[in-house]
């Protein structure tokens, strides 16, 4: 399994970014994913899971704001992230929820004015 995530950066809070990951060394389309992320001295956290069939859960604190979605024809699941807030500050990544040991580098997302 190899995942490979993009689409972080410095962002204004309000501001919006959509990341991606691209999965390999799996039938991506009968998986579900998720996006977790990790802020410094936090626990890693799961934000948003898909499932095959495309029925999604969103964390609480990221309800209304953050989107996930799927792509099987490019094996990529996308997180779009809107009005972002400082808190939102974090390392993410994506995961295959069967397989959870395997994850990515991930990819940096820091709000900041």
């Known amino acids: 399994v190899q995942l490979v995530e993009s689409g972080g950066g410095l962002v204004q809070p309000g501001g919006s970014l959509r990341l991606s990951c691209a999965a390999s060394?799996?039938?991506?389309?009968?998986?579900?994913m998720g996006w977790y992320r990790q802020a410094p001295g936090k626990q890693r956290e799961l934000v948003a899971r898909?499932?095959?069939?495309?029925?999604?859960n969103i964390a609480v604190s990221v309800k209304g704001r953050f989107t996930i979605s799927r792509d099987n024809a490019k094996n990529t699941v996308y997180l779009q992230m809107n009005n972002l807030k400082s808190e939102d500050t974090a390392v993410y990544y994506c995961?295959?929820?069967?397989?959870?040991?395997?994850w990515g580098q991930g990819t940096q997302v820091t709000v900041s004015s």
């Open positions: 060394g799996i039938i991506f389309s009968i998986n579900d």
């Open positions: 898909i499932t095959s069939g495309g029925g999604t």
């Open positions: 995961n295959v929820l069967a397989y959870p040991s395997f």
